[in-house]
Each structure stands twice: as C-alpha cells, then as structure tokens.
C-alpha cells in the first residue's frame, strides 16, 4: 500500500475506506491531498479485493471544506489552470471508476468538498451535512467540475443560485435538490447506509456494473452517443459470464452467483 500524507486508506472486507485527513483545517484539499486521492484510484483501479469504496472526511466537523485557500492565493493564470486540470482529472477518475463509489458527507461539503462528493456516483450525509460553492467570495469559480457536475445534477436554475450567490444548504435542501440520495442522523447510521448500498451493488454482476457507470456518465460527454455507448454495452453484456448465469438463475428460480466475468 502506498504510503499517504492526507489521507487514511483501509481495505475492510472489500470496501476500501478513503478518508481525507487534515481535521485541524477541515480537511481542505491541498495539492498533496489530490496527489493521495490519485494514488488511490490508482490502487482501486487495480486491487481486485476492492470491489466498492466510501469517501469521507476525518472528524465530526467537515467532510472537505473546500480547496486549499492558502495554495489558491498563490496561482496565476499559468498554474491556475493545471491546477484546475489536475483535480479535474483526478476527479474524473473516481466518476470513471468501474467500482461503486459513494459519499459519506460528513459536515461542510463546499467548493472542492462539494466537487468531490459530486464525483462520487452516489451521495448519503448526515444531518449536519452543509454544501456550498462560495468560489465567488473568493474571487474565483469552481475549478474542480463543479459548474458542470452540480447543473447536471440539480439543474440550471439553483446551479446559478448556489454558484452565483455562494450560499450554503443543508442536507435535507441538498437532499429535495437531488443533490443527496439519503440523510441519515447519525455518523453511524450514514455508515451503515453507504455499506447497504455498496453490498447491494457488489452483490451484481460486475462487468454490467461497469458498463452502467460508463453509460450514465456519457450523458456528460458531448462527444459520445450515449444511446450508442448504451447499445454496445448492453451487447457485450450478452458475452459475459455472469449474464448466462443471470438470466439461468432467474428461469430456474434460484439467486445468481456472480463471478464478475
Ligand atoms: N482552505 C484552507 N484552510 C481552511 C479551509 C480551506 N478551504 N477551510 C477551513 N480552513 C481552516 C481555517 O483556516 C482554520 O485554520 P486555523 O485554525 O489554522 O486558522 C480551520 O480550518 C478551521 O476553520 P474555521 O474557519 O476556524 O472554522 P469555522 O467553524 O469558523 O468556519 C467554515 C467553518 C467552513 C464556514 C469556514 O472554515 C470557511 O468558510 N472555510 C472556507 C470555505 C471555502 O470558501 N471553500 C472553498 C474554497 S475554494
């Protein structure tokens, strides 16, 4: 395993745990916390024992309170924007993931807090929970997909409110918005919850899986035919293993033993 400086990452029973470890400044995102985040990716991608992950924040307070301010103060117009590419690019990763990946947010979720979560294919907080693109009171925009990621999921209108105004919403108006898939009250029952989901969706077949994840995120991608992404996946299904034992174990009334080939 490799070894990280902000972040604490631990393999439990197949779930990998990735939690963002800089309590004392609420977790903010500096560079070396996005360099953690890629190796890690990079270690989901490949260890075949993992088969979902939960990404959360350390402590009671914040899940990420956004990027580093004292590194943004710094760029210029060169670095700014490898700095934008590199976090979108890493962020990119965890949505491109073929293993399920869930939120736990856990406190303030703003600028890159909030993009990090929305990279994640689903979202369960606690009731303290708090989202909020303030860039704006910064002088800056989001940089890490947040403009396009939010739009897409709440829509135009509040997309503008939050990212215009800088206002922050709770959990429960995260959760009407649709930005959030659950509300749990506590720490422990938010857990609980994202282990739920992570089993339910490990208990499929793996490679279906995959080809769902590559299909609802081509809806983003304006260079690809999503209906075809679709089509083509749907078919390689039919080559799969697992879609021969899916549809044997339904006609004879008996449950799938998925193998993930
Ligand atoms: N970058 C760097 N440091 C941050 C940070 C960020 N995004 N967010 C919080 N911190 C640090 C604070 O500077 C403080 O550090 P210090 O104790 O060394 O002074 C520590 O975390 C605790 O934060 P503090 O502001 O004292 O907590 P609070 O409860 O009063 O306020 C917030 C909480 C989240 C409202 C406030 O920290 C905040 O507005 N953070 C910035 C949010 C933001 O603009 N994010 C987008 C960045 S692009």
Do not use: W
């Amino acid at each position: 395993m490799a070894n990280y400086q902000n972040i604490l990452f631990e393999n439990k029973e197949g779930i990998a745990h990735l939690t963002i470890n800089r309590p004392d400044k609420l977790n903010a995102l500096n560079i070396q916390t996005i360099e953690d985040i890629k190796v890690a990716f990079e270690e989901i991608y490949d260890d075949a024992t993992i088969k979902g992950v939960v990404i959360t924040g350390a402590g009671e307070k914040a899940f990420v309170a956004g990027a580093d301010i004292s590194e943004i103060a710094e760029l210029n117009e060169l670095n700014a924007r490898k700095f934008a590419e590199s976090g979108q690019e890493v962020f990119s990763a965890i949505e491109n993931c073929h293993k399920p990946v869930v939120a736990l947010v856990n406190g303030f979720a703003l600028g890159g807090g909030c993009e990090l979560a929305m990279a994640c294919h689903m979202r369960v907080a606690t009731a303290n929970a708090r989202f909020g693109q303030p860039e704006v009171n910064l002088g800056v925009i989001p940089g890490y997909g947040g403009t396009q990621r939010l739009t897409q999921l709440i829509g135009k209108a509040k997309s503008f409110e939050l990212c215009m105004t800088g206002d922050m919403i709770n959990a429960n108006q995260a959760l009407t918005l649709g930005l959030l898939n659950y509300v749990l009250d506590t720490q422990t029952e938010a857990i609980a919850k994202c282990e739920e989901i992570l089993n339910k969706v490990i208990s499929k077949a793996p490679v279906a899986i995959g080809l769902v994840i590559d299909c609802i995120n081509a809806v983003s991608n304006e260079q690809e035919n999503g209906y075809q992404t679709e089509a083509n996946g749907f078919a390689a299904c039919t080559k799969t293993a697992d879609f021969a034992e899916g549809t044997t174990a339904f006609l004879e009334k008996r449950k799938p033993e998925f193998k993930g080939e």
